[in-house]
């Protein structure tokens, strides 16, 4: 490279370095501002800051980038010139408004601003009243702002521009890796999927992410997703009247001391082809401990997908928006989980599941919900076991799961995601003549294998001596996809297994007729465990008396199921007359829904 090509480099390095600097600047104002949310901000949380400071810089100013390596010829070098000096100042104003506009609000919200949410704010009747307000207590982080871009003008004129000749090839090589470089680094590096908002939390606690983001980030992260819009069917006082979130747990005594417990949570086990009930079941092992269990036959996913269903078994957090919580801008929100709320009473927890880590960012929402450890396919360190597709096959991961288990230190909270019941339903070698197949549907057949690893899962557990003190949990994360016309209705698309065990036999039997759902898992639990304590939940305890809607969401819809009748469909647009019974129901609908909707937005998600 010669030497003209490396001050082409450096110019350009120099002049998006004044960009990651401000950034920084207003990290740390956003920090001075609201001291009391960030306690424990030390310096590495700085650097990963900056990480993510300078993938916001590569995915504002890749354009920049391009036009500013373009090999040109020299009659057009002035037009180049003017063209990228309004394209810098033009990207570093958007940049440091978006921060600039955080660092004052960061207070009233508690999270970085997503793009809805940003443009509800400026477009809302009260900004314009709070408006003079707002410039009087913050007319110094305006003056910054104004400092803040005519600086970085004034630096990037300082930096003049270097001519890149049209006529030399290695300018081309040079525009082409630089090029592909700042891709790479805009999406975060060459893991599966681009960082995202939640993906702070694998660096931090979930307190600090909001500052180890910027505003910027959070904003062009969220701009083509469609969050929830706020919605106001009742007064504050009647709201509650039909739903609060805010519970209080109801120690049941029924199974005594400080119980371990172990969360298995089964992927794509529908009901449709499991359960002891169901003729057509391809997981019999399962059946049988379902049996002995504290089994709702009638229970509902909330979840269509993997990513939505983690935050509803562990925090009671339904995805009832175009978008899973998981990839939202509200997974930045303060909410609680299962493992935040065991931790207060002295249990360590860890989330295991055989995925390459960062698959379905679980290793980032498990951060983010506060477990202790997570243990994927990089952790179980032996590609051998890996099934060429998506991870650790579970006849071998399941096993290990107890191995690790072994050396916690009781209690302890552990779920364990199964794998292989997934598309394209890859069947071990030395399983292809032990499991059941079924012509219509390949899915059977990996549900029968994952039955077979579960089998040596319980086997290996029962001669544990953690085993009779342990309360296990039983749920899929949804029901899986099925080429059966006779298996698309809404009663098949949400049915899932969902049971409680524990050795002793004390649990009690649940009716046929009983509803049960994935967002009642956590306060179910906690009563089980005999806490008393707060929570914030949307589903209910099975042991509390009064029952709330069983809720999916699909199409922009509602939509209620009730044992023995047709689901109840409800959204804004309906226009139909209903019968008592189902205006009660559509009036605790829209209660629920009212809370999920601001609490979201309001980041109201704790006690």
């Avoid at 009243?129 to 982080?141: N, T």
């Avoid at 009647?238 to 119980?259: D, E, H, M, V």
């Avoid at 012509?439 to 039955?451: F, H, L, N, R, V």
Wanted: proline share 4%; net charge positive.
């Amino acid at each position: 490279m010669s030497i003209l090509q490396l001050k082409t480099i450096i110019n350009l390095l120099s002049k998006l370095g004044i960009v990651l600097f401000f950034l920084e600047i207003y990290r740390i104002l956003l920090l001075l501002i609201n001291s009391s949310s960030f306690p424990n901000f030390g310096f590495y949380e700085h650097i990963v800051g900056i990480w993510f400071d300078i993938i916001t810089v590569a995915l504002y100013f890749l354009p920049f980038v391009v036009f500013s390596l373009l090999p040109l010829p020299k009659y057009l070098e002035k037009s180049r010139t003017i063209f990228l000096l309004i394209v810098f100042s033009l990207t570093s104003s958007v940049i440091y408004f978006f921060n600039a506009f955080d660092v004052a609000y960061f207070s009233y919200v508690c999270k970085r601003s997503s793009y809805n949410y940003l443009v509800h704010i400026l477009t809302i009747e009260d900004t314009n009243v709070l408006a003079g307000d707002f410039l009087y207590e913050f007319w110094w982080l305006i003056v910054f702002f104004i400092f803040s871009i005519f600086f970085s003008v004034f630096v990037y004129v300082k930096c003049k521009n270097v001519t890149v000749d049209f006529r030399k090839t290695k300018n081309y090589v040079i525009l082409f890796v630089t090029v592909y470089c700042t891709v790479i680094i805009g999406r975060g590096g060459y893991q599966l999927k681009p960082v995202n908002i939640i993906d702070a939390t694998n660096y931090s606690s979930i307190e600090n992410a909001s500052a180890i983001l910027n505003s910027a980030f959070t904003i062009i992260k969220t701009y083509d997703l469609k969050g929830v819009e706020k919605k106001k069917y009742f007064s504050e006082s009647k709201l509650n009247n039909y739903f609060n979130p805010i519970q209080t747990s109801n120690p049941q005594a029924i199974l005594n001391g400080r119980i371990n417990v172990v969360f298995v949570l089964f992927e794509s086990f529908g009901s449709m082809y499991v359960g002891p009930n169901n003729p057509e079941s391809y997981s019999p092992f399962l059946d049988s401990i379902l049996e002995q269990s504290m089994y709702f036959e009638n229970a509902i996913s909330n979840s269509r997908t993997s990513m939505d269903a983690l935050p509803t078994v562990v925090s009671s957090i339904p995805t009832w928006m175009n978008e899973s919580f998981i990839l939202s801008a509200y997974s930045a929100n303060k909410f609680q989980s299962i493992p935040s709320i065991l931790k207060k009473q002295g249990y360590i927890s860890a989330f295991f599941h055989g995925a390459s880590n960062g698959s379905m960012r679980f290793d980032a929402f498990a951060s983010a919900a506060d477990f202790d450890s997570y243990f994927g396919r990089s952790e179980y360190n032996n590609e051998k076991h890996f099934d060429g597709n998506w991870g650790i096959a579970d006849h071998y991961f399941l096993p290990w799961t107890i191995e690790r288990i072994n050396k916690f230190k009781k209690p302890f909270f552990s779920l364990i995601f199964t794998l292989s019941s997934h598309h394209p339903y890859t069947i071990p070698k030395e399983f292809q003549d032990k499991v059941r197949r079924n012509p219509k549907d390949p899915i059977c057949a990996t549900i029968s294998y994952s039955d077979l690893a579960f089998k040596l899962f319980w086997q290996k557990a029962q001669k544990q001596k953690w085993f009779k003190n342990t309360l296990f949990i039983f749920c899929a994360d949804h029901v899986g996809p099925t080429n059966r016309k006779d298996r698309t209705s809404l009663s098949h698309a949400f049915r899932v297994p969902i049971a409680f065990y524990h050795s002793s036999g004390k649990l009690p039997s649940i009716k046929k007729n009983i509803s049960f759902q994935q967002i009642d898992i956590m306060p179910t639990l906690l009563d089980l465990l005999n806490l008393k304590t707060k929570y914030y939940a949307f589903g209910t305890s099975y042991f509390n008396p009064k029952k709330q809607p069983k809720i999916v969401y699909s199409q922009e819809s509602l939509i209620c199921f009730r044992f023995g009748k047709k689901p109840l469909t409800w959204n804004d647009q309906l226009d139909k007359k209903w019968n008592k019974e189902d205006q009660l129901l559509i009036r605790q609908m829209k209660a629920i829904y009212q809370h999920y909707t601001t609490d979201l937005i309001e980041n109201k998600m704790i006690p």
